[in-house]
């Protein structure tokens, strides 16, 4: 970031189904301004905001009269996408990150690489069938779509956890800890790419 060029991004996406609109800062506050019409999902991508360090303004219209699908895949899509744009050539970033997240109960363990390779591996096993309004199968599309569309290795294991929510939050916080760590500047880079390929 020697040029101190912003790295953020806004991402439309219309089609039949659904309307969103994202703009990502990524280099933000944890700021947030989030209307998807589903509560729950607001909660947790106020968390990503917040635990970030992104400032996020998104406003989703979605088919809510038939469920809620679509508004929640094209909202994971339009947001990996406005992460992988706001990154550009990924120079000087530490790319990688770990961790594991208490959540009372609930721990969980996520691992996170800004390879140019997407990928989720998703271990989280949900007895609930919701989550708030949210069918629990969800939140997996959230993360694939997410995963997918900023081009991210991600692995997501719940160690342990009862309570559905807990270990939802915990995913969400997770990632945004990690997302937080990955993408910041190292010093100790010179504002190299990181990876012997040249590219990521």
């Not at 947001?79 to 959540?103: E, N, V, W, Y």
């Not at 989280?124 to 309004?133: A, H, M, R, W, Y």
Request: negative net charge.
């Amino acid at each position: 970031m020697g040029d101190n060029k912003k790295r953020e991004a806004l991402v439309e996406r219309k089609t039949k189904e659904t309307s969103i609109s994202c703009k990502l800062l990524l280099d933000g506050t944890g700021k947030s301004k989030i209307n998807t019409g589903i509560g729950f999902l607001d909660h947790m991508l106020e968390q990503v905001a917040r635990h970030g360090l992104l400032d996020i303004e998104l406003k989703a219209e979605g088919d809510l009269h038939i469920d809620m699908h679509h508004t929640t895949e094209d909202i994971g899509i339009v947001m990996g996408t406005a992460i992988k744009q706001a990154l550009g050539d990924k120079a000087g970033i530490r790319r990688f990150s770990h961790i594991i997240i208490p959540m009372d109960e609930a721990l969980t363990q996520i691992s996170l690489d800004i390879s140019g390779r997407p990928y989720l591996r998703w271990a989280v096993n949900l007895k609930s069938p919701k989550i708030g309004e949210m069918d629990s199968e969800l939140f997996k599309e959230w993360f694939y779509a997410f995963a997918h569309n900023s081009d991210m290795t991600l692995h997501i294991e719940n160690l342990h956890g009862s309570n559905a929510h807990h270990i939802i939050e915990s995913c969400y916080k997770g990632l945004a800890r990690c997302i937080r760590e990955a993408i910041a500047i190292d010093p100790l880079t010179s504002g190299s790419i990181p990876t012997t390929k040249g590219i990521l």
